[in-house]
């Protein structure tokens, strides 16, 4: 970080002392020495908004100058035609030498992931299926869930274990409180039945950014470099994650969103369709073709009834939903804090009373 300090203090110093000494602005020295040292400013403050910029290698930033620098020559090539003895074009001149060189050697240095032999093998490989990469953080590996979500297959494409979360791991491991020493030692277990699996791609990234301290700073850098995915579980890492534009898949929202739709004590309505197997059972589907059982239904088949949900069962077949067929007039009684699914009440009309001697006339 001093050494691009000190390029950005040399760049403005360089700008400023051509202006100082050509002079465009035709004035004063110190006018466009100011004038210099903004435009050098303004320069290295378009550079420093340049996100999205990780890693440094030196082949990037020597070919990014060079790129720069050519580039610079062609432009200068191409004002052929301007008056060479106007200390104004003579600056310009400076400038575009001085700021492109700059700038590539800068892009270049920061991009230099680029050049590895895998991305530049990439760039000539015919377009096929692209490794899909998962880190790993330390919350989720501890979890444990992570284990049981990798032997049904859900999870596809590579995971990546980092060196520093291993690293933090043992540090918990090695800890003197019991409970973080279980946690630690709980998490190295579940590594190494991850890696046990069978058809689970599993590899350990020396990748390290010693300009980040934080480890999870340092797994969102290592997610964007590999264009990948953090699996995780931290609330916290997550919306950090997704603020930066690197994807997330949180164990969490997994686990909730295959929660049961209902719980035992609602009521619903459903349609009974046949008979169940049972004695006096009724079948009815919901949209999503999900079966439920209703007991005492079956002398309402073909009519849409309201069940009190009784249990939910999960199954590697699916889900069922069992229930009863609520009487008439046992609505009110239902379990207190339940939702009654019925229609509304302006769509109701009120059934006409029948006195008791009209009954007996009916008769």
């Known amino acids: 970080m001093a050494w691009f300090v000190l390029a950005r203090v040399l760049f403005i110093a360089a700008v400023g002392y051509s202006a100082f000494q ?3 602005l035709l004035g004063d020295p110190f006018l466009n ?12 403050a378009f550079e420093v908004r340049l996100k999205n910029i990780s890693v440094t290698h030196m082949v990037g930033a020597l070919l990014g100058g060079a790129v720069g620098l050519l580039a610079a020559k062609t432009i200068g090539a191409a004002l052929y035609w301007a008056n060479l003895s106007d200390g104004r074009v003579v600056f310009l001149h400076s400038v575009i030498l001085l700021a492109f060189p700059y700038l590539g050697l800068v892009i270049g240095g920061r991009k230099g992931e680029w050049l590895e032999p895998e991305n530049l093998i990439n ?11 998962k880190v790993l953080d330390t919350s989720v590996i501890i979890d444990g869930r992570i284990a049981d979500i990798c032997e049904t297959g859900f999870m596809d494409g590579t995971l990546v274990i980092p060196q520093f979360v291993l ?3 043992q540090l918990v491991a090695d800890s003197s409180d019991s409970m973080k020493r279980n946690r630690g030692r709980r998490g190295l277990d579940i590594l190494q039945k991850i890696q ?3 058809g689970v791609d599993v590899t350990i990234s020396d990748m390290d950014f010693p300009d980040v301290r934080e480890v999870d700073l340092k797994l969102i850098e290592l997610a964007r470099a590999l264009q990948g995915k953090i699996v995780t579980n931290d609330f916290n890492l997550n919306k950090v994650a997704q603020l930066r534009g690197v994807e997330v898949l949180n164990i969490n929202e997994l686990a909730n969103s295959l929660k049961p739709v209902v719980l035992p004590g609602e009521i619903m309505k459903v349609f009974i369709l046949k008979e169940g197997k049972e004695y006096n059972q009724g079948v009815a589907y919901l949209d999503d073709g999900t079966m439920v059982v209703v007991d005492n239904a079956r002398k309402m088949i073909g009519r849409t009834i309201d069940v009190v949900v009784t249990s939910v069962l999960q199954t590697t077949a699916g889900k069922m939903i069992f229930g009863r067929f609520i009487e ?3 609505v009110a009684a239902a379990p207190a804090g339940t939702v009654v699914s019925t229609e509304s009440d302006a769509n109701r009309r009120p059934r006409p009373q029948v006195p008791p001697s009209a009954a007996a006339a009916g008769k």
């Open 123 to 133: 760039l000539f490989r015919s377009a096929g299926p692209r490794k899909r990469y």
């Open 33 to 44: 020495t100011v004038f210099g040292v903004v435009l050098g400013l303004l320069i290295v």
């Open 196 to 198: 046990k699996m069978a």
């Open 22 to 24: 050509l002079r465009p």
């Open 167 to 169: 690293k933090e791991l």
């Open 328 to 330: 008439s007039g046992t």
